[in-house]
C-alpha cells in the first residue's frame, strides 16, 4: 500500500466505524477479516440473524432435550403461563461435549475436585432485577436475570462472569403478571432442574467428552445468591428492613433491634458461629405462614 492512499483507507475505516452501532475495535477487527477471508454472507438481515441463532439452538438437541425448554407456572388470572429457560442440563452436557475453554476448564476442576454420589458438585443460583440502558429513565425494560454456577469452580473461577452461565431472562412486567411472582418462578425452576428433569440429577449422570468418553457427573443444590431487594421478592419476607433478615435463622436479627421481654433478651443478636444458629424447620415456617394469615384475617374483620 502506498503511503500517499494510508490517510484516505483509514479515514474510510474511521467513518464506518462512526456510521454503524457500537462494536468494540477487537471485535470489527474479526468481522472485517472474516469477510475478507470468508466473502460477505447472502443473508444479512436483523430477522435472520435471529433465525439462524434460532436454528442453532433447535440443532443443539441433546439427551436432556434442547438448550430452550418452557415452563409452566400459573398467572394471576389463574391461567397457565408458559416461561422459557435454558435448561442447565442440557447447557451443560451441550458445552462439554465442545472442545474449547469450557471443556477444559471443566476438565481440569473434575480433576481437582473429583465428583462423586459422595461428593456431588453444589449448584449455585443468582438472580438479580437488572434495568438496561439508563437506570433513570423508564422502566418498561426492566428485567430478572438468574444464573448458575458450581462452587467447585472456585473463588478464582467464580470471580470472573464467564464462569456464571444464563438460566433466565424474563421482562419483570411479565414476572408481575405471575402468581407470587419471583416465588413462585423460582420454585418452578428448581422443580424443573432437581424434580421434573430427565434424570435425578442427584443420582448422577453422564456427559461427553469431544472424544465421546463418558465422565460421571452429579450435582445438589447448593447456594442461593441475592441481593436484599431480590432475597425479599423471592422468599417473601421483609429484606433489609426487616428486623430478621434470614427467615430460617430463628435467632439471627439485626443488632439494632434489642428485642427483649420482661427485661430478659428475647433474641441474641451477636452471633459469629454457625453453630451459634437455631434453624427454623419446615413446621416452623409454616407456622410463621398460618399465624400471618391468621392476622390478615383478623385485620380484615375489623
Known amino acids: 500500500m502506498a503511503a500517499s492512499e494510508r490517510p484516505a483507507k483509514l479515514a474510510r475505516l474511521t467513518n464506518m466505524r462512526r456510521g454503524l452501532p457500537y462494536m468494540s475495535a477487537s471485535a470489527m477487527s474479526a468481522l472485517l477479516k472474516d469477510v475478507k477471508e470468508q466473502g460477505l454472507p447472502e443473508m444479512i438481515g436483523r430477522k435472520d440473524i435471529k433465525a439462524s441463532r434460532v436454528e442453532a439452538i433447535q440443532k443443539a438437541d ?7 425448554q418452557s415452563m409452566q407456572v400459573i398467572g394471576r ?3 397457565p403461563m408458559a416461561v422459557d429457560i435454558i435448561s442447565p442440563l442440557a447447557f451443560l452436557a451441550h458445552a462439554f461435549q465442545q472442545p474449547g475453554g469450557f471443556h477444559d476448564l471443566m476438565a481440569r476442576r473434575l480433576q481437582e475436585c473429583p465428583c462423586s454420589l459422595e461428593s456431588q458438585w453444589d449448584f449455585l443460583l443468582y ?3 437488572v434495568t438496561p440502558g439508563n ?13 448458575w454456577s458450581f462452587r ?10 464467564q464462569c456464571w452461565f444464563p438460566l433466565l431472562c424474563v421482562r419483570t412486567s411479565v414476572v408481575s403478571q405471575i ?8 420454585a418452578a425452576i428448581l422443580k ?10 442427584q443420582n448422577g449422570f453422564f456427559l461427553k467428552c469431544p472424544n465421546g468418553q463418558p465422565h460421571f457427573f452429579a450435582f445438589k443444590m447448593g447456594n442461593v445468591l441475592q441481593d436484599g431487594a431480590a432475597h425479599k421478592l423471592m422468599y417473601g419476607c421483609k429484606g433489609d428492613a426487616g428486623t430478621r433478615f434470614c427467615f430460617i435463622c430463628l435467632n439471627l436479627v439485626a443488632e439494632k433491634a434489642c428485642l427483649v421481654q420482661d427485661g430478659e433478651s428475647l433474641l441474641v443478636c451477636k452471633l459469629h458461629q454457625i453453630s451459634s444458629l437455631r434453624m427454623a424447620t419446615d413446621a416452623d415456617v409454616y407456622s410463621t405462614i398460618d399465624r400471618l394469615v391468621a392476622k390478615k384475617d383478623e385485620l380484615t374483620a375489623s
Not at 467447585?152 to 462472569?161: A, C, D, F, N, T
Request: charged residues 20%; negative net charge; glycine residues 12%.
Open 135 to 147: 437506570p433513570l429513565g423508564e422502566a418498561r425494560r426492566k428485567l430478572w436475570v438468574m444464573y
Open 62 to 68: 441433546g439427551p436432556f432435550g434442547s438448550l430452550v
Open 179 to 186: 402468581d407470587d411472582g419471583m416465588s413462585q418462578l423460582t
Open 127 to 129: 438472580s438479580d432485577e
Open 152 to 161: 467447585q469452580m472456585g473463588p478464582i473461577g467464580l470471580q470472573k462472569e
Open 77 to 79: 388470572n389463574g391461567k
Open 192 to 201: 424443573h432442574i432437581f424434580v421434573t428433569s430427565p434424570c435425578q440429577v
